[in-house]
């Protein structure tokens, strides 16, 4: 059972920064890639990034890059989604997610496990 706690949301204004964390239990011996999933009021949830657990590899969400980094600690067992210059358009819950087997879930039906969420807030 892999457990994902997500913690950082907040209200902050155009073009701040936030970082959220994601406290994550892994267990056996799964390829695990964590990945960041964001899901705005009345649309579906969305890709943002994602980083293999075993060499830190990064992807992300075209929308994205240059803008959020995704990076882990395995000593810690947490990852890590680092927003800079966020947009009101980014308002959202955001979830951290896990694939065991080694795939990039790029869309929900490949993620096996989901955190809880933590709602960013970003006022214009």
């Known amino acids: 059972q892999v457990q994902l706690v997500e913690s950082g949301g907040g209200l902050v204004q155009a073009g701040d920064s936030l970082r959220l964390t994601c406290a994550a239990s892994l267990r056996g011996f799964g390829n695990y890639v964590m990945a960041w999933f964001r899901q705005a009021p009345g649309k579906e949830r969305e890709f943002v990034a994602a980083?293999?657990?075993?060499?830190?590899?990064?992807y992300y969400a075209d929308s994205v890059k240059g803008r959020i980094s995704i990076s882990r600690d395995v000593a810690k067992s947490t990852v890590y989604l680092q927003m800079n210059s966020l947009k009101p358009d980014e308002t959202a819950v955001y979830y951290c997610?896990?694939?065991?087997?080694?795939?990039?879930?790029?869309?929900?039906?490949?993620?096996?496990?989901w955190g809880q969420g933590t709602q960013v807030t970003v006022s214009s």
């Open positions: 997610a896990s694939n065991t087997r080694g795939y990039v879930p790029y869309s929900q039906s490949s993620v096996h496990y």
């Open positions: 980083t293999t657990w075993s060499t830190g590899k990064t």
